[in-house]
């Protein structure tokens, strides 16, 4: 912790009602770089989850009364926190996390893009007025908080995905309870830490942090006074934390598992191309849902790209994050990393080959070479999967209907990707592509101004952008009549 500046920024409790909360059981915060204990943090559980639920309820009455203006302001000065300490956030994020400190700087970065894109949002929560069907009557719409928002977010991206949500619920008035991965705590403290020194009201936001997945699921899916339940993780957990939600009749917004192909035709711009799969794949070492976890490419440019793409991802630096020059951390932990070997074993005896890589990475415990593999088919385990490592399948295909019946063989349909030059290919692909968000010739697509979400088994809802708020709001119809 010695390379975080301000020690302000490091809890060892969760953040229940604007007060730091400890208990009898402590949790242990791994750095995956060198598999030492980096911090302790206070194991909370069934109970303190159901006392930020209370905490938030009894907050939301007031905090639905102030004017969206003040809530606008709370939001920016969030927002300007975060990116004062964007630095020292950026060191813990990588201690905790592993990415190589640049990404981490350029997540807090991120994450602080949906407090201001949301505090500007707040003064925009309109309603509208529709015409009557009679002279007497007047119709209005209004738009009002949920209530209680309850979220669990994921290790990957432990700033982002809390401050995507966050900033919506407050933004709309809602309040907000959170349990953050237990392997990545440090960077939703931090974010608690900085919203209480904003001014955000006790209550307002809560952080618990806890390794009893199971138990305080279920008070954030099933409380009564949660109205609202956002999940960010894999299908799997998805499914059975929907199910959980669906007892209790509440709105429910799900960003879960993704298999995004990256499709480059033979008309493309190969040097493009390469620099937008090196991003779109290679990025948190391949630990994000929006990765590219296939690439196909049509038979007539598959040598060529290959010869480029081999030579940029021959110059990737695997190493701790913290070091310079690193281009990829380690993987999350020694689990991670066996998951992704075995999808690598499986498609070998399935007959896939190793173009690049494949090797045990020198540095040992989580760490993975980048690794290209070829002659792979989408059966395959390694075109089944969410990957989630530096991994890269590569599949060929003749021509645009196999390119697009091949992308939407999966179950996923989170984010997809492909280059071409030929407009009427853009708008057909665009169109065909089975996925929720879709680049055309980028490889880098998220931002605070798009809507972000999926698909089939890869969820619903969308956060960010002008959409973002309407998961937040219930929409109240009014009926005037006696006007005459």
Request: one cysteine or more; aromatic letters at 8%.
């Amino acid at each position: 912790m010695d390379s975080v500046i301000d020690s302000r920024l490091v809890k060892s409790g969760s953040y229940i009602n604007g007060a730091w909360h400890n208990s009898e059981h402590a949790l242990d915060v791994i750095n995956p770089a060198t598999n030492e204990v980096i911090a302790q943090v206070a194991n909370a559980g069934v109970t303190q989850t159901k006392q930020a639920v209370s905490a938030a309820k009894q907050a939301f009455n007031r905090w639905k009364e102030v004017p969206a203006a003040q809530r606008a302001q709370l939001l920016r000065r969030w927002f300007e926190l975060m990116m004062e300490h964007q630095q020292d956030l950026g060191r813990l994020l990588t201690l905790e996390q592993g990415k190589p400190l640049a990404e981490a700087c350029g997540e807090i970065a991120y994450g602080a893009s949906f407090m201001e894109w949301f505090s500007e949002e707040a003064k925009r929560v309109y309603g509208n007025t529709i015409p009557a069907p009679s002279g007497d009557k007047r119709i209005v719409v209004l738009k009002q908080p949920v209530g209680v928002v309850a979220a669990i977010t994921p290790w990957n991206f432990p700033n982002a995905m809390i401050a995507r949500k966050a900033a919506a619920a407050l933004a709309a008035g809602c309040t907000f309870v959170v349990r953050p991965a237990p392997a990545t705590p440090l960077s939703a403290l931090a974010m608690a830490e900085l919203a209480q020194q904003a001014g955000i009201p006790a209550g307002v936001f809560n952080v618990v942090v806890g390794d009893d997945a199971r138990g305080m699921g279920k008070v954030l899916s099933q409380h009564p006074d949660v109205a609202k339940f956002s999940f960010t993780g894999s299908t799997e957990v998805g499914r059975v934390l929907t199910e959980q939600c669906a007892k209790g009749i509440k709105k429910v917004s799900m960003e879960l598992g993704g298999n995004a192909p990256f499709i480059v035709f033979d008309d493309a711009d190969i040097d493009a191309a390469v620099r937008g799969a090196m991003v779109s794949k290679f990025r948190n070492a391949g630990q994000t849902c929006v990765c590219t976890n296939r690439i196909l490419l049509q038979k007539g440019i598959a040598g060529k790209f290959m010869h480029k793409f081999l030579e940029v991802v021959s110059k990737l630096t695997v190493g701790n994050g913290l070091d310079k020059g690193v281009d990829i951390g380690p993987l999350i932990n020694l689990e991670a990393h066996s998951q992704v070997t075995s999808l690598i074993d499986q498609s070998l005896q399935q007959g896939a080959k190793i173009a690049y890589g494949g090797e045990h990475c020198h540095l040992g415990g989580s760490y993975m070479n980048p690794t290209v593999l070829t002659d792979v088919t989408n059966d395959m385990a390694i075109a089944r999967n969410e990957i989630f490592g530096p991994v890269c399948p590569i599949i060929t295909f003749d021509d645009e209907a196999q390119a697009l019946q091949i992308a939407n063989d999966t179950e996923y349909g989170l984010a997809a990707y492909f280059y071409s030059r030929d407009i009427g290919r853009i708008w057909r692909v665009s169109e065909g592509l089975e996925f929720g968000m879709v680049g055309v010739n980028e490889g880098l697509i998220s931002n605070a101004a798009a809507p972000f979400g999926g698909v089939k088994q890869s969820g619903n809802g969308r956060e960010g952008s002008q959409y973002g708020l309407d998961d937040y709001v219930e929409i109240k119809y009014l009926c005037l009549g006696g006007i005459n």
